[in-house]
Each structure stands twice: as C-alpha cells, then as structure tokens.
C-alpha cells in the first residue's frame, strides 16, 4: 500500500465526496473487506456495498487484494490503494465538493479514533512508572488564536515530526501505537479558558 494517493481528477473528487463511500476509504485503510463484510459494518445492503466498492475501484481509490471461493461464489475482498488521501491543487475550482470530502473525511477519522479508543487494551492507558508517568499516552485538546501564516509553519514543522516517526525502523519486539489527528479552523472557542481569556482581552 501506497502511503498517500493524490486525487487529481474531479471524478475521483465527486466519488470521495459521498459519505458512505468515505466510510468505506476509512475502514479499507485499515484492512482487507468484502462487499458483505462492509454491508454489515455500514449496516447498508451487500448490494449497495457493492455498488460503492465499484464506483471507488473505477476511480483507482481501493483495489481488489484477495479473492475467496465461499459457497461456490467468488468473494472479493478490497483495500484502499493508499492510507493518506492529499486533494490536488488542480481542483480547487471545485471549492464545495473538496469541502464536503474532507469534512466527510474528518467526521469518518473521529468515528474510527472513538472504535479505537474503545477496543484499546487497558495496559494503554495505565499510568507508567516516573518519570514520564503519561509519556506513552497523547490526549489532549487545545486551542491558539494565531495568524494563518503562522499555524501553516506550524503545520509544516508538524508534517515533517510525523515523517520522521514514519520513516524510523520498525522494531520486531515494539508496540503498535494509533495516532489520529485533525487540525482546522473554528468560529469561537470551546474551551472555557479560552472564553475567559477572548472576554478579557
């Protein structure tokens, strides 16, 4: 697998825009699914499962990885083709569209980080010895009132600390660690102190 793939036309664009077919992306990140399989998961008919899993194969967005003979029937099992989706500037005519699927996107990585979260084991979050008690553990929220110019150098630095955990050599007796991440714009703030903080200035 591929480790980003770039959408470049606007079919692949409208294809990724459906929410289903996002849920779909996201789940066949992770791992190998059948029409069925996905039917149950989405709680959607194996049909209309189908349907999707062709439209996104037709779009080069997942591929066919195994095949199963079940019952006398051939049963296909897809994955995506890549596990980062980046939206090219090419397309960016097409303001709504690419708005709908990186909110469908966002909305479908929050849905998985909450799975993960829940079937996690306990040892996950136990407190380590000191003295970095909670330094295996990530969980926090914030939020900075900042220039734009200013989060994208952030983000730049960002990008470049997670290429450097990517591209570190894996470890045959290491742990498996999750990370998600979203980053993005609001209205107001949510946190309280940040209220406070936006009153009294």
Do not use: C
């Not at 929410?19 to 149950?40: A, D, H």
């Not at 966002?106 to 330094?135: C, D, M, T």
């Not at 734009?148 to 470049?160: G, Q, R």
Request: hydrophobic share 35%.
């Amino acid at each position: 697998m591929k480790q980003q793939l770039v959408i470049e036309t606007y079919e692949q664009l409208k294809t990724i825009s459906d929410p289903t077919r996002t849920k779909i992306l996201t789940y066949t990140v992770e791992q190998k699914y059948t029409g069925q399989q996905l039917g149950t998961l989405l709680d959607i008919p194996a049909s209309t499962a189908h349907y999707h899993l062709k439209a996104l194969e037709k779009h080069g967005l997942i591929e066919v990885v195994d095949t199963e003979i079940k019952n006398g029937i051939v049963q296909k099992f897809y994955k995506a083709v890549a596990n980062n989706i980046i939206i090219s500037e090419n397309l960016l005519p097409h303001a709504q569209e690419i708005s709908d699927s990186i909110r469908g996107i966002a909305v479908s990585i929050l849905s998985r980080a909450q799975n993960r979260v829940l079937n996690a084991p306990n040892e996950a979050f136990e407190l380590k010895p000191e003295p970095n008690p909670k330094g295996h553990i990530i969980a926090n929220q914030l939020e900075v009132k900042i220039k734009e110019e200013k989060f994208i150098e952030w983000v730049k630095k960002y990008v470049a600390l997670k290429q450097e955990l990517l591209e570190m050599e894996p470890d045959d007796d290491g742990n498996w660690y999750y990370l998600a991440h979203l980053g993005f714009k609001v209205n107001e703030p949510l946190l309280e102190n940040e209220k406070e903080r936006k009153t009294n200035e």
